[in-house]
């Protein structure tokens, strides 16, 4: 008598697959999804950084000041050889 009253109480709690409309479960998965959706994009919008593209205009900009920039540090190096060289020299002449 306890087993068929425990077994009957089981089948109550759970509910059978055939009761369950095949509309309401296929909407729950759509809400799922969207759901899911949804808070991705909210987070991808909070989460971005401002996008920063780089127009071709001001990358020739960069390229002509890395030029620059290299022009200059040759002519610091040649600079700094005629320094040493002035320097060699005139540390000879003190012996």
């Given at each position: 008598?306890?087993?068929?009253?425990?077994?009957?109480?089981?089948?109550?709690?759970?509910?059978?697959?055939?009761?369950?409309?095949p509309?309401?479960?296929?909407m729950?998965?759509?809400?799922?999804?969207?759901?899911?959706?949804?808070?991705?994009?909210?987070?991808?919008?909070?989460?971005?950084?401002?996008?920063?593209?780089?127009?071709?205009?001001?990358?020739?900009?960069?390229k002509?000041?890395?030029?620059?920039?290299?022009?200059?540090?040759?002519?610091?190096?040649?600079?700094?050889?005629?320094?040493?060289?002035?320097?060699?020299?005139?540390?000879?002449?003190?012996?």
């Amino acid at each position: 008598m306890e087993k068929n009253a425990a077994k009957k109480a089981f089948q109550n709690m759970k509910p059978d697959p055939e009761n369950e409309s095949p509309r309401r479960s296929w909407m729950i998965i759509f809400l799922g999804i969207v759901l899911i959706f949804g808070i991705t994009f909210i987070f991808q919008q909070l989460n971005d950084p401002p996008v920063e593209s780089i127009d071709p205009y001001s990358f020739d900009q960069l390229k002509d000041q890395v030029q620059t920039l290299r022009q200059e540090l040759n002519e610091l190096k040649d600079e700094n050889d005629i320094l040493k060289d002035r320097i060699t020299e005139l540390e000879s002449k003190i012996d």
